[in-house]
Antibody, heavy 122, light 110 residues
Framework: QVQLVESGGGVVQPGGSLRLSCAASGFTFNLYAMHWVRQAPGKGLEWVAVTLFDGSNNYYEDSVKGRFTISRDNSKSTLYLQMDSLRAEDTAVYYC???????????????WGQGTLVTVSS | QSALTQPPSVSGSPGQSVTISCTGTSSDVGNYNRVSWYQQPPGTAPKLIIYEVSARPSGVPARFSGSKSGNTASLTISGLQAEDETDYFCSSYTTSSTLVFGGGTKLTVL
């Protein structure tokens, strides 16, 4: 069965950095685009970034552009999110999720991890 | 990227139908049939219940249906059940190759 397990969350000071990981299993990781989605406490979902199946193209939400970098290692079936210059408003549970369609970004996220909490606070 | 607009809350009695709207622009909802809906019980990850405007993943009851007209997509839940009481989010692919979510709607079953 498909499993996505995020790790790397924690407490970081404003201006600091964190790298999130998402270990995938149970499907052919290198065929699917992968997304990061976040949810601030008590708030709605916010899409963060996507990387194509082969990592050739990445797209970002405007507020994280230039600060966050999405990447993947298909040999390890692992997705990453490098987060730099963190701000208080980046505090959220971060989920990784698979795109439903092979090879393209369909935008339908059919499998989600359990999420990892990132808290940006001094 | 502005969030899609959803009503903060809707309600209905058991057995009734409710519809949740999701309004975007010609750069997202109006431009693609890549609108999805998610159900998210408290403390859990979202679950995909509708994709490509009206398709249902395997295992999602037929009580859940989706549609779109212009820049507005809709989720209709028929035959409301107590277990349907939770949060619902819409999303759409955009012309910038990004995704955008709605603000979420809390469904209350009276």
């Amino acid at each position: 069965q498909v499993q996505l397990v995020e790790s790397g969350g924690g407490v970081v000071q404003p201006g600091g950095s964190l790298r999130l990981s998402c270990a995938a299993s149970g499907f052919t990781f290198n065929l699917y685009a992968m997304h990061w989605v976040r949810q601030a406490p008590g708030k709605g979902l916010e899409w963060v970034a996507v990387t194509l199946f082969d990592g050739s193209n990445n797209y970002y939400e405007d507020s994280v552009k230039g600060r966050f970098t999405i990447s993947r290692d298909n040999s390890k079936s692992t997705l990453y999110l490098q987060m730099d210059s963190l701000r208080a408003e980046d505090t959220a549970v971060y989920y990784c999720a698979t795109d439903m369609m092979q090879g393209v970004i369909k935008g339908a996220l059919d499998y989600w991890g359990q999420g990892t909490l990132v808290t940006v606070s001094s | 990227q502005s969030a899609l607009t959803q009503p903060p809350s809707v309600s209905g009695s058991p057995g009734q139908s409710v519809t949740i709207s999701c309004t975007g622009t010609s750069s997202d909802v109006g431009n693609y049939n890549r609108v999805s809906w998610y159900q998210q019980p408290p403390g859990t990850a979202p679950k995909l219940i509708i994709y490509e405007v009206s398709a249902r993943p395997s295992g999602v009851p037929a009580r859940f249906s989706g549609s779109k007209s212009g820049n507005t997509a809709s989720l209709t839940i028929s035959g409301l059940q107590a277990e349907d009481e939770t949060d619902y989010f819409c999303s759409s692919y955009t012309t910038s190759s990004t995704l955008v979510f709605g603000g979420g709607t809390k469904l209350t079953v009276l």
